[in-house]
């Protein structure tokens, strides 16, 4: 599911993400591994957030254009 969301969001040139959070604890996997895991493989255009019972658990912003002098 992870890989078919970051496709889509890069197919609609998608500029936020919202993501809710896996119910229960794993061993290995975090609740916001899909959000991690869409921070790490989407653009840095792309705002992403988990959110656990109206609380956002996991944010990452877009960064701004950078300017460059021509």
Known sequence: MKKILVREANGYSATHVVVGTTHGLHRIRSSTFVAKYCAKNLS?????????????VFKRDSSPPSVVDL
């Open 44 to 56: 840095k255009d792309c705002c992403i957030l988990a959110v656990n019972n109206g609380k956002v």
